[in-house]
């Protein structure tokens, strides 16, 4: 290869470099201003979500409890170009957490899109709302992470992502499943007026004053404990009205098979809960339904 030659190779390699070193530099970019800070959450189920708005307000909460203060991401948005339009794709992500996953969908900027300009600086600051999804209950504890994930591409230069970290904090949880409906089965009124059916926890039960046409349709209501395990609870219930119409009557002194104070011994653990329904003197035929509430003290 003669000198020319060799000459013209490097000529053609520098000029590629600097091809490359430019379109490099022609990119919106994002510099994060403020990170994202959730706050504290309770869940109460293992699906749950909520909606931070752009100034760091929260509200859509499912299965979830929040506390403390809040405050959305932002970043500053800049680019060497006069006259780029910048917009925002809503991108999701997802960040794997100490047993759950969060992720981040619906990011909502501040201003939706722009032209930098160099009156301004060529740089624009926007905060971004976003749609968090929890999947799993997260363990107790506060979480430091990097992050929720924002992409822009400016009309002039290229796209950029940007990870904006964010904080958030998760309490210890409880967990109360219902896996069966308490039934009282078929009753027929006897001839003297009304009575009452009680089921018991351990699934007997007692009647007087009615029939019982199908004693096998009788259960307790059973639920499992979650989320707290190794802790003394004490537990409550309310009574339950039962509906028909205009017609109606009362399931009191709803009980559980654990008592009304015990530790809970392991997870999901299972309690049977039974009660007293008492039928008026003329009581309506018809079906019967209604609910009870559980209340847990820990």
């Known amino acids: 290869m003669n000198l020319s030659n060799l000459y013209s190779l490097i000529r053609r390699f520098v000029y590629s470099l600097l091809?490359?070193?430019i379109n490099n530099c022609f990119a919106v970019t994002g510099e994060v201003i403020n990170n994202y800070n959730f706050g504290s959450f309770t869940q109460n189920n293992r699906q749950a979500s909520f909606v931070m708005n752009t100034t760091g307000g929260i509200s859509s909460l499912s299965n979830l409890t929040q506390s403390g203060n809040a405050t959305?991401?932002?970043?500053l948005i800049s680019s060497n170009q006069n006259g780029d339009g910048v917009t925002f794709s809503s991108t999701s992500n997802v960040v794997e957490l100490d047993g759950c996953t969060i992720t981040f969908s619906n990011k909502e900027p501040s201003i939706n899109s722009f032209t930098l300009n160099p009156g301004q600086g060529k740089t624009r600051e926007v905060s971004?709302?976003?749609?968090?999804?929890?999947d799993g209950f997260c363990s107790q504890g506060s979480y430091s992470v990097s992050g929720v994930q924002i992409d822009a591409s400016g009309s002039k230069t290229g796209a950029s992502t940007t990870l904006i970290p964010f904080q958030i904090t998760f309490n210890e949880h409880v967990d109360i499943v219902e896996t069966q409906v308490m039934s009282f089965g078929r009753i027929f009124p006897s001839d003297t007026g009304g009575g009452q059916v009680v089921i018991y926890p351990n699934g007997d039960y007692n009647s007087n004053g009615v029939h019982m046409l199908n004693s096998s349709t009788l259960r307790v209501g059973t639920f499992t404990i979650g989320g707290i395990t190794n802790r003394e609870v004490q537990l409550t219930f309310s009574d339950a009205v039962l509906s028909n119409g205009t017609s109606s009557m009362i399931v009191s002194n709803i009980n559980a098979d654990v008592g009304t104070n015990f530790v809970v011994d392991?997870?999901?653990?299972?309690?049977?809960v039974g009660g007293t329904l008492t039928i008026g003197a003329n009581q309506p035929a018809g079906n019967y339904q209604g609910t009870y509430t559980i209340s847990l003290v820990y």
């Open 72 to 75: 959305a991401g932002s970043i």
């Open 266 to 272: 392991r997870e999901n653990m299972p309690i049977n």
């Open 19 to 21: 091809l490359v070193g």
């Open 128 to 134: 971004f709302g976003v749609t968090v999804s929890i």
